[in-house]
């Protein structure tokens, strides 16, 4: 079955074919029993695009026995580095060639603006089929002399089939920050998107349908979390999975993949990034990077920087200049495929109530809203950037993960004051500091409880860094060529001369 969408938009103009249903052994297939059907909507009208095909357990069961047979053929070592790479190559060109189609339909799923989606979703995704291309014919391991008689020496062989479940704000790159290393090291792998954003994935898979890969090499079951999701996190079969999403699902990701298989585990969670701002920042650059830090597609991005902490010297100046960039985006609140657009919707109704629940909450435990704290228009999931001033450390809005166009504004005096408030979380993915003073931005650089410090800038992710929580924002790293290390595991063989 595919579906076609029509696009008639100022940005995009165009039909897109999709499949709808699930790419399993090198086929398009229907789920067994009909599976579970899955409702796409487009968040900023609130309207049905599309059903696609839900599968259910026995899909995965199917998608995993695939898997596990090309893992033995076809795949795995037994095809030598510089093939897998051809076809990761393959699939970077192919997307290439339908990067608007991509950007299409991440925008039309996702709520962002169509250009953000092509140059910040789908060409990273290029670029991460590229690099991790570049590596699959350089994984090798090293000889270890122990005496006179003895060496030893190491491989790098991948685990098998890899699980990988991934979230729906930036719905290609995450895939891809999977797909792509999993398979230059040889394993094979079942992926499920997020239910929220099916829609890009499938075209994804008509591409790698095209690039050649051996039937059951890749394998798409799109699904419900608490069916496809909880049935690869608990699969026998799979070897390692890799997620990325919240805190909470991963914790229970955990739990099953310790009582299956003990299967290994990567984990890409939530975030309550700090932004610092000290009183000799560039005033300017600083509002630029909060702002962006925080209001980039929507809040909906594990690293934004939730809580700015600015120092006293520069704080009036700051809530000035801060508030008029939000102002800005206020006014170009709007169509994803317009594109005087900056600010789009929430991705889905029930992101929506969880944003707004956090604003209320924040307002109940006497922060103030400074700006926005409500809904933008009638339709549609879209929330004014809002930014509280007032906050006290132990409140909610402060602690969780609101994943919105969320912020608090807080005032400090000390560098020391500020690292003790900063690392006041239980989560440790990112944060943010912006000062002119080099030795203060290395020395606060490695005090703060963060897998990745940003300095001078917010958000600027690269493939080639690695990338990865403290504490409970994960566990593991993906990107760079640490991921290598995380899709393959060593073996040492021990040899008496
Ligand atoms: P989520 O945890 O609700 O869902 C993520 C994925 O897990 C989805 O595909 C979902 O279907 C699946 N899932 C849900 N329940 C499951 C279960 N019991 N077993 C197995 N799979 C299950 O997260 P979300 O709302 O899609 O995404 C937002 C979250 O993702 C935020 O917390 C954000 O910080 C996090 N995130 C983290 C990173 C990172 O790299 N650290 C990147 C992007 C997003």
């Not at 991005?301 to 801060?322: H, M, N, P, W």
């Amino acid at each position: 079955t595919t579906y076609t969408h029509n696009f008639d938009t100022t940005a995009y103009k165009g039909s897109v074919t999709i499949n709808t249903g699930l790419y399993i052994d090198g086929k398009w297939v229907d789920p067994i029993d009909g599976g579970d059907k899955i409702e796409v909507v487009d968040p900023a009208s609130g309207k049905l695009i599309c059903a696609v095909a839900g599968g259910t357990s026995k899909d995965v069961d199917v998608a995993v026995a695939a898997a596990q047979q090309a893992f033995k053929t076809t795949w795995g070592l037994k095809v030598p580095g510089s093939e897998r790479g051809k076809l990761l190559l393959k699939v970077a060109e192919l997307m290439e060639k339908h990067q608007d189609e991509l950007a299409a339909l991440e925008a039309l799923n996702a709520g962002k603006g169509y250009m953000t989606a092509k140059m910040g979703d789908i060409a990273p995704t290029i670029r991460t089929f590229r690099y991790y291309a570049g590596w699959a014919d350089k994984i090798h391991g090293k000889t270890i002399e122990t005496n006179e008689n003895k060496m030893a020496y190491t491989r790098h062989e991948p685990w098998g089939v890899v699980g990988a479940i991934v979230p729906w704000n930036f719905p290609l790159s995450m895939a891809s920050w999977k797909l792509a290393p999993a398979l230059a090291c040889g394993n094979t792998v079942v992926l499920k998107p997020s239910e929220i954003t099916p829609l890009s994935a499938l075209l994804l898979f008509d591409i790698i349908n095209q690039a050649g890969f051996p039937p059951g090499v890749v394998n798409l079951v799109n699904g419900f979390g608490s069916t496809v999701g909880a049935a690869i996190a608990a699969h026998p079969k799979i070897a390692k999975v890799a997620f990325t999403g919240s805190t909470l699902t991963g914790r229970r990701i955990m739990k099953a993949a310790a009582d299956s298989n003990l299967k290994a585990v990567t984990l890409e969670l939530g975030g309550k990034s700090p932004t610092i701002i000290f009183d000799d920042a560039d005033l300017e650059q600083a509002i630029k990077w909060a702002s962006f830090g925080i209001f980039f597609n929507m809040g909906q991005v594990c690293v934004a920087g939730s809580r700015i902490y600015v120092q006293e010297g520069i704080y009036d100046k700051f809530l000035t200049g801060f508030s008029q960039a939000a102002e800005f985006l206020t006014k170009a609140t709007g169509n994803p495929f317009e594109p005087t657009t900056k600010h789009g919707p929430q991705v889905s109704q029930t992101q929506f109530e969880r944003v707004m629940g956090y604003i209320e909450s924040g307002k109940a435990e006497g922060a103030r809203v400074h700006m926005g704290g409500e809904r933008h228009g009638e339709e549609g999931y879209f929330i004014k950037p809002t930014v509280f001033v007032d906050a006290k450390p132990g409140m909610k809005i402060m602690q969780e993960e609101i994943f919105g166009p969320v912020c608090s504004i807080v005032k400090f005096k000390t560098e020391e004051e500020v690292t003790e408030w900063a690392n006041d979380t239980t989560y440790g993915l990112a944060a943010n500091i912006l000062t002119e003073n080099s030795s203060r931005a290395i020395r606060m650089a490695h005090n703060l409880e963060a897998g990745s410090v940003f300095v001078n800038s917010a958000l600027t992710m690269d493939i080639g860094v690695p990338f990865g929580g403290y504490k409970q924002s994960g566990i593991g790293r993906e990107a760079g060529e640490y991921a290598l290390d995380t899709y393959t595991q060593v073996k040492a063989v021990h040899i008496n001369i």
